[in-house]
């Protein structure tokens, strides 16, 4: 199980950097009550509480599924897969139409969900700030997605809930930091960070494809030899 964890914190700590560049503006905007360094603290970990519940009721959920419609898949290609992801998710914003058929569609089933965010972000009571947390959670998210397919293989509920919550402590380093020093930080830098991100995705993406090609290079593609499927008896 610990390799699985460890698994779910790195995959959580790379998606922080997404994090920031795609969901920056919303976590800035967070009506933290800012008269003590405590209280601006503690309503961040609220809001970073309410997301991780939802990610791990989002696990619940995929588990059940995964049950139904058993997916195996090998770790060395599902590392592959992931650096696919990674690069993707880098150069989509350099592909994608904004008049394209599939973000209007996405944009009108996220129409409710931005309506009670809106709602949720003009209140100044901490109970909005789990509000806002638990509802950004159901927002799409690619690198959501990716830890959710590795969620599909488990098949037990209260292990994909442990994954999909590790997932979310490990986005804690890189967003509370921007959270808690963003406010002071000047429109210029946060451009540069957007601008720096999908170059750092694309690194990580190939890292990725590396480890899981085995090419027995050390430290960057260490060779393990045959194929492991991930699955939770394979992490005991």
Not at 153 to 175: C, K
Request: net charge positive; hydrophobic share 50%.
């Amino acid at each position: 199980m610990l390799p699985l964890l460890l698994s779910a914190l790195s995959l959580g700590f790379l998606s922080s950097f997404h994090c920031v560049g795609m969901c920056g503006p919303l976590a800035l905007a967070l009506p933290l009550d800012r008269s003590s360094k405590s209280k601006i603290l503690s309503g961040i970990f609220i809001y970073h509480f309410g997301k991780a519940t939802t990610y791990g009721l989002l696990g619940i959920l995929i588990a059940f599924m995964g049950a139904y419609f058993p997916i195996h898949i090998s770790q060395q290609r599902l590392t592959v897969i992931s650096g696919v992801f990674f690069i993707l998710i880098a150069i989509y914003p350099w592909l994608n139409s904004k008049n394209s058929w599939i973000q209007k569609s996405v944009l009108k089933i996220l129409s409710p969900f931005q309506k009670e965010l809106a709602s949720q972000l003009k209140k100044r009571r901490k109970s909005a700030l789990l509000g806002i947390g638990f509802l950004n959670g159901f927002l799409p998210c690619s690198m959501v997605y990716l830890a959710l397919a590795v969620v599909l293989q488990l098949n037990t509920w209260w292990l994909s809930f442990g994954f999909m919550y590790v997932f979310a402590l490990g986005t804690l380093p890189a967003m509370v930091s921007f959270q808690y020093f963003g406010v002071q930080m000047s429109g210029t830098w946060r451009f540069r960070i957007q601008k720096i991100l999908p170059y750092l995705l694309i690194i990580t993406g190939i890292l990725l494809i590396l480890r899981g090609m085995n090419l027995d290079i050390p430290y960057i593609s260490p060779s393990n030899g045959a194929l492991n499927t991930l699955t939770p008896e394979a992490c005991d």
